[in-house]
Nanobody, 128 residues
Framework: QVQLVESGGGTVQPGASLRLSCVPSGRAFSDSRMAWFRQAPGKEREFVAAVNWNGGRTYYADSVKGRFTISRDYAKNTVYLQTISPSPEDTAVYYC?????????????????????WGQGTQVTVSS
């Protein structure tokens, strides 16, 4: 059974660095496109960032552009989401998602319906 496992969440101060990791189990995800979504209390799940299968294309939500970076390490079969300047508005549960459909993996997508595999989420709280 394929699973995505997120880690790296917790409580951080505004402006502190933060890196989330997503590790798939059950199969390698080198032939997939990946994304991060988040859901804040009382709000709908929203897109954060996406990367295509070879890392050549990335896409960011306007709210995080310039502050968040999505990357992938094929040797470790891991996808990362990093920020060096989180704010309290970034407080949310962060979810990793994957899509393995051929041809689709060449591009990125901001739509949750594009992704077939999801992790359980990791809580990020930004507070002083």
């Amino acid at each position: 059974q394929v699973q995505l496992v997120e880690s790296g969440g917790g409580t951080v101060q505004p402006g502190a660095s933060l890196r989330l990791s997503c590790v798939p189990s059950g199969r390698a995800f080198s032939d997939s496109r990946m994304a991060w979504f988040r859901q804040a209390p009382g709000k709908e799940r929203e897109f954060v960032a996406a990367v295509n299968w070879n890392g050549g294309r990335t896409y960011y939500a306007d709210s995080v552009k310039g502050r968040f970076t999505i990357s992938r390490d094929y040797a470790k079969n891991t996808v990362y989401l990093q920020t060096i300047s989180p704010s309290p508005e970034d407080t949310a549960v962060y979810y990793c998602a994957a899509d393995t459909h051929p041809l689709a993996i060449l591009s990125t997508s901001r739509f949750s319906t594009s992704y077939e595999y999801w992790g359980q989420g990791t809580q990020v709280t930004v507070s002083s």
